[in-house]
């Protein structure tokens, strides 16, 4: 599965060449907090390279099962959107894992002590995965484009900002899972994996769920706001603009994402 990990681990040192202890407010530490998040991955680009063409094998392995008719175009019309978001899913819910191993080595503690706003700590984590998110999808888009895919701009970009949301949601609860399960790192991938396969599926990335499932697996789809996200991405990746599909994907995405400070918020609380 594509995801983009990180393969270095922050020093204490990097927070206090980017933390700013002058720098006024949330946005600036939120910054702050983001850049030293890239900094291992921008140190090891070959294996930032080698997690952006997960997506592509998976894609090429997998679209060519699909068939065009009754998906409402070409199967990568279809296909594509879904990816992008798993992508962005995967991604975002192995946030938590960096702050484990910080966790372990006594970094996040001493990041604590720092100027840095603790929601800022957990918010610019959160965007960190949204980099890498933003490249995978945009090569995705530029590999498809020449085959049976019909690129809108447009539609494209709007539907990147809904993953945004979401990504933010997951990563903060990602963060989250990972200081509730500090020191018992079996614990958070454990969690971390049995979520994460049911809300693809139920969530129609690989196959849809249309009228031929059963009650109880529609019912387990509804209740699943990636559904509709991905919904809302099919739709928009397609060139339409349907008000309902992608109001509704807009608010699952937003419900996820305060959902995710929220909790990630509360949670920092009292950890600390």
Do not use: C
């Amino acid at each position: 599965m594509s995801t983009l990990t990180r393969t270095g681990t922050a020093t204490p040192a990097d927070a206090v060449t980017t933390g700013t202890p002058d720098a006024p407010g949330f946005l600036a530490d939120t910054w702050n907090v983001m850049l030293r998040e890239l900094r291992p991955m921008l140190r090891e680009p070959a294996s930032v390279l080698f997690a952006m063409v997960q997506p592509l094998v998976f894609l090429a392995l997998f679209a060519p099962l699909l068939p065009d008719e009754g998906l409402g175009g070409s199967a990568l019309q279809w296909f594509v959107p879904g990816i992008i978001a798993m992508t962005a899913l995967m991604g975002a819910s192995m946030t938590g894992s960096n702050l484990s191993l910080e966790i372990n080595t006594g970094s996040h503690e001493r990041l604590l002590v720092s100027p840095l706003r603790r929601s800022s700590l957990l918010v610019g984590r959160a965007l960190k995965e949204v980099v890498p998110m933003l490249a995978q999808a945009l090569l995705i888009v530029a590999v498809v484009t020449p085959f049976s895919f019909d690129l809108h701009p447009g539609g494209v970009l709007l539907g990147l900002a809904i993953l945004t949301l979401f990504s933010v949601g997951i990563g903060a609860l990602s963060f989250a899972l990972a200081l509730v399960s500090a020191g018992q790192d079996w614990l958070f991938w454990t969690v971390q994996q049995t979520l994460i396969f049911p809300l693809l599926l139920l969530a129609g990335v690989l196959l849809p769920i249309d009228e031929s499932a059963p009650g109880w697996l529609r019912l387990l789809a509804d209740l699943n706001p990636l559904g509709y996200i991905i919904e809302a991405e099919r739709a928009l990746f397609a060139g339409t603009l349907p008000a309902g599909t992608v109001a509704q994907g807009a608010l699952a995405a937003a419900a996820v994402a305060a959902l995710g400070l929220l909790v990630g918020l509360r949670t920092m609380k009292r950890s600390s």
